[in-house]
C-alpha cells in the first residue's frame, strides 16, 4: 500500500533529512523542492491540473520567495 504523497518545502538539509527520514518511516511518501520554483514545479508543472500531493508543508523563508505565496498560489488556483 502506498503512503500519502507530500511535498516538503524547504531548504535547510539538516532539516530535509529528519523531517523525510521521520515521514517516510511512518508510511508517508515525500518529494522534497529546495525553492519556490521547485515546488512550483513539482505542483504545477504536469498536465494534471489537480495538485498530486495531500499535503504541503512549507518553510516560510526561502532563497527565492515564501511559502505563503505557493499556499496563495495553490488556493488562487482552487486546490
Not at 12 to 20: K, M, N, R, T, W
Amino acid at each position: 500500500m502506498e503512503g500519502n504523497r507530500l511535498l516538503l518545502l524547504e531548504d535547510d538539509g539538516s532539516l530535509i533529512d529528519g523531517l523525510q527520514y521521520s515521514l517516510e518511516k511512518n508510511g508517508f511518501r515525500v518529494e522534497v523542492a529546495r525553492t519556490v520554483a521547485e515546488g512550483r514545479s513539482l505542483l504545477f508543472g504536469g498536465s494534471r491540473e489537480e495538485i498530486p500531493y495531500e499535503l504541503l508543508l512549507l518553510d516560510v523563508s526561502l532563497p527565492d520567495g515564501t511559502g505563503f505565496s505557493l499556499c496563495e498560489e495553490v488556493r488562487r488556483r482552487g486546490s
